[in-house]
């Protein structure tokens, strides 16, 4: 930190972060010509890339029922704000891959704006591009970029709650801001939880004498309010037994990190295609060659799920 930057906050102990500063505009400009194009590459994943065992669960569990069905029940897989945004994607466009898909590839712009703007903060630029080139490239953060499930809009809102907090440290307006932003990206999977108490602790430790309990308060209480608000009647719902772990030990947890971190969780060539059925077959209800979901493709086909093996990203990219 700058010598300037200490002074700054020596005399404003409201703020209690160094500022960040824009990079310049060509730089900048090049940034978000590089997340539109990472987009674009989403959108074609998400109109081709078959539909994996998780999406077709939470499919068959509450994206095809009532939107109190949605609201009101809970389980895991039920990540609330992506639902609610996925059911209204369906709603206007209909059901279909990229339909159910579409909040999450929208969210994947924002959530690569949001790391740049958060990587400003980088005095190198060698640092500053090469970290977003990984996290941009990152097996995982492209599948969460695709995939019908909430983890991509969920971090999405978490880093813009990073910025509005690092970038408006004195503002309370900011503050609250960002904690509606903490609360929807909770809502839209819960894990986010973890990340948000680290926030708000982060907030409380930076914060000077009795001002740190009012900043911490002003991003934790929105926070909570917009939660409640979003799954409230999910969690009215809820049993001890709708919280569970996809893995029983914290040795397993890492080794699936790891690698998930080298191939994607999702392989675009584990189904199988057929024409599509006469009007009168029902969407997702398995026929008697075929023990998975179905789901109609943008192409007027229908994609028999079968479970997704692990495959390289390279090999994903040759085969188009």
Sequence with gaps: MEAKEIGIIAVNPAR???????????ERAIAIALALARTALCAYRAATQSIVHDEAFSFNLFLSHRWRDIYFNYDAANHVLFSLLAKLSMTLFGVSTWAIRLPSVIASFFLMLGVWRLLESCE???VRWVA???????PLMLDFSVAARGY????????WALVEVRMHAA??????????????GCAANFTIGFPAVGLLAAVFLAGRG?????RTLQVALPAAVVFCAVCGGALLAASLNNFYVGLPTLRSSLINLAISSITPLSDPACSVRT???????SLWRPQSHCSWPRIPSGNGEVENLREPSPQSLWVWLRRG
Excluded: K, Q
């Design 171 to 184: 503002s309370p307006r900011a503050e609250v801001l960002a904690g509606v932003l903490l609360g929807c």
């Design 210 to 214: 009795g001002d740190r309990l009012r």
């Design 132 to 138: 977003f080139a990984a996290i941009g490239l990152h």
């Design 16 to 26: 209690p972060f160094p500022h960040i500063a824009a990079s310049p505009r060509w």
């Design 152 to 159: 991509g809009l969920a971090l999405a809102l978490f880093t």
């Design 275 to 281: 024409r599509r059925p006469n009007s009168s077959h």
């Design 124 to 126: 190198s630029r060698a």
